[in-house]
């Protein structure tokens, strides 16, 4: 099989080089694209242990307690007792880590925009649709 028909060889060129777009489009906010993916869940759900982060970004827990460690060191996320479970640890956003959201989307909507550009919009709504399906991603709901 030529190589250039390989879906993951395809998929693996194309995510290198998103990401490296969004790493360039959020590097001015000191996050990487990973770390934003821990903001939006929070954004959205609002405070969450790590396990359910993982869950919802399809990490190993062993990788967001990194990724967690990074964030905190930067001032924008906490770590706090679950006041409901004092053994549980949440995840919570710092005042900073607020203050970002609506400039931080503003940039993943460019990019996104960027991304997609060289497509038609039927084309973009058939992209999204086969990624969606190729990795089992559905509407979001609650991490939990």
């Not at 489009?25 to 359910?52: F, R």
């Not at 060191?73 to 549980?88: A, F, M, T």
Request: glycine fraction near 6%; hydrophobic fraction near 35%; include cysteine.
């Amino acid at each position: 099989m030529d190589f250039s028909f390989c879906i993951n060889y395809l998929l693996t060129v194309a995510q290198h080089e998103i990401f490296m777009n969004f790493a360039a489009g959020l590097a001015p906010y000191g996050i990487t694209p990973g770390q934003y993916g821990v903001l939006n869940c929070l954004w959205t759900y609002g405070p969450c242990t790590p396990k359910e982060i993982a869950k919802e970004l399809r990490l190993e827990n062993s990788t967001i307690s990194g990724v967690l460690d990074r964030m905190q060191k930067r001032g924008v996320i906490d770590r706090e007792l679950d006041p409901n479970d004092r053994r549980s640890i949440q995840v919570v956003l710092t005042e900073e880590g607020k203050a970002m959201k609506d400039d931080v989307l503003r940039v993943i909507d460019d990019l996104n925009d960027v991304a997609l550009s060289p497509f038609t919009q039927q084309e973009r709504d058939t992209l999204i649709y086969c990624l969606r399906k190729i990795g089992n991603v559905e509407s979001h709901g609650s991490p939990r």
